[in-house]
């Protein structure tokens, strides 16, 4: 049976005190938004987007995906409704989720999917360390759910009941949008409460079942607190992906994946390493401690850091060495290349074999345009060299330490542009006359 995930991210998140939509606040380099899409990508036919006015940020983000504007914010059940246009007709089921729920798995959808199956309403429930303020899920003896009850409205013993509603509905569509339509907002907010859908599927003689999944799964975020144990929770589980697909963690704790890194077997990665999105490592290659890399490639047997910075749009290559304080951005490092100390290469493309001396810099923005720097295969770039792109060093030509190269350099020819050394006799430090020796 077809299936269509309703996605609510009208939230303005105004405990996580921020002018950015709550649903794009990241996880592991990724909006909570994407997470949540990604999930209903691999269990859902269909997804559309409840998003706020003025919110174009959150409709890009869930493009291609279809959204709809909540314009006046009454309640989950008012937000969820909202997506009635694009579902009339629906012949599957509709699930209602929440954007600021953005760890809930695709097993965990296909599992309430499957259960709704059984019944004519199915929800998401889990049982928290500190149920705290949760609506509680009360059920009968079969085990179906009679009701929720939220904690302000719960008495003493169903405040003492461990089953939690995460909130997450999901039934046939058409029976969904006739409980929306039906709910009412007679309560202190005066708002339309998606849990109180379960009421009418149970007037309706429906029955309601229950999933439960790990609170990880249903944590709600809604402070940056919340946010951070969030992101604990996703690096945990990245780590110990990685570890299970055969990349070494020297201290995984200190280790910061996001959430498209790929590590390859045999990879080693020291402490303190953060990758943003969209890092490929292959396998053998080894990642020394406090380096940043992002939107890059690391070719195998590649080795890189301590304290290197590889941006966008680098490719390291087989047995290649990026080493301390080297910046590398744009920019291709071939086979076996060095680059070793206190660099920066951006725009660049280095030849396989060449070595890249101490303080070189590829200056390549004359304050209006990028422009490439070229060096041939096992040319040697001596220290403290300034290539101003557009320029090429050609293959197994020697630039001298110092230099400040303008021009081309042809293949197998050494370039030495730096001023002529001139020593002027006598003319060193004179010593200063010892305090108090006056005559």
Known sequence: ????????????????????????????????????????????????????????????????????????????????????????????????????NPLISADTLRRLLARRAEAGLALLAMRPADPGRYGRVVRGPSGDVLRVVEWADADAAERGIGLCNAGVVCAPAASLLRWLRALRNHNSKGEYYLTDAVALARADGERVVAEEAPEAELRGINSRAELAQAEATAQAALRAAALEGGATLAAPETVFLS??????????????????PGVVVEDGAEIHAFSHLAGCTVRSGATIGPFA?????????????????????????????????????????VGAGANIGAGTITCNYDGASKHRTEIGENAFIGSDTALVAPVRVGARALVAAGSVVTEDVPDDAMALARGRQVNKPGRGVKPKAAKGSGA
Not at 259 to 276: A, E, K, S, Y
Not at 337 to 349: C, N, T
Request: proline residues 7%; hydrophobic residues 50%.
């Open 309 to 349: 910075r590889l941006r966008p749009g680098t490719e390291v290559g087989p047995r290649a060495h990026v080493g301390n304080f080297v910046e590398i951005k744009a920019a291709l490092l071939g086979e076996g290349a060095k680059a070793g100390h206190l660099s920066y290469l951006g725009d660049a493309v």
């Open 1 to 100: 049976m077809p299936a269509a995930a309703i996605i609510l991210a009208a939230g303005l998140g105004t405990r996580m005190r921020s002018s950015l939509p709550k649903a794009l606040h990241p996880i592991a380099g990724r909006p909570m938004l994407n997470h949540l899409i990604a999930a209903c990508e691999a269990a859902f036919d269909r997804i559309v987007v409840v998003v706020g006015p003025g919110m174009e940020a959150l409709e890009r983000a869930a493009a291609p995906h279809p959204t709809v504007v909540q314009a006046e914010r009454l309640g989950t059940g008012h937000a969820a409704l909202q997506a009635a246009p694009l579902l009339e007709g629906f012949d599957g089921t509709a699930a209602v989720l929440y954007a600021d």
């Open 259 to 276: 959430w498209d890194t790929r590590l390859g077997q045999d990879v080693t990665v020291g402490p303190n390493v953060v990758f943003g």
